[in-house]
């Protein structure tokens, strides 16, 4: 059973940066594909990125692509979101998911964490 866990979540001002942190326990972690989405309220869980266990397949959403970036450290079960020129539409809960497919679908993982709330003022 992979269990996540999700921190780093914090306020912040426009354009300001934020670390998300995702650790991982109870797998293996090198096997799985791991992706950030976010949910604003109202709104659907919407993907922002994924990187693939080898890290030779990194993706972004069009809305993050140039201000946000992943990374793995697989020694260390953990992936990383370095968030950018924040903007108060970043403003969400912030997800971390892992599951053997690689797919930009959140219904399609497995695993979740429980989530870290990233507040963007303008």
């Known amino acids: 059973q992979v269990q996540l866990a999700e921190s780093g979540g914090g306020l912040v001002q426009a354009g300001g940066s934020l670390r998300l942190s995702c650790a991982a326990r109870g797998g293996i972690f090198t096997t799985y594909t791991m992706a950030w989405f976010r949910q604003a309220p109202g709104k659907e869980r919407e993907f922002v990125g994924l990187?693939?266990?080898?890290?030779?397949?990194?993706y972004y959403s069009d809305s993050v692509k140039g201000r946000f970036t992943i990374s793995r450290d697989n020694a260390k079960s953990t992936i990383y979101l370095q968030m950018n020129s924040l903007k108060p539409e970043d403003t969400a809960v912030y997800y971390c998911?892992?599951?053997?497919?690689?797919?930009?679908?959140?219904?399609?993982?497995?695993?979740w964490g429980q989530g870290t709330q990233v507040t963007v003022s303008s």
């Open positions: 998911g892992a599951d053997r497919k690689l797919t930009r679908t959140a219904a399609e993982y497995k695993y």
């Open positions: 990187i693939t266990w080898s890290s030779g397949g990194i």
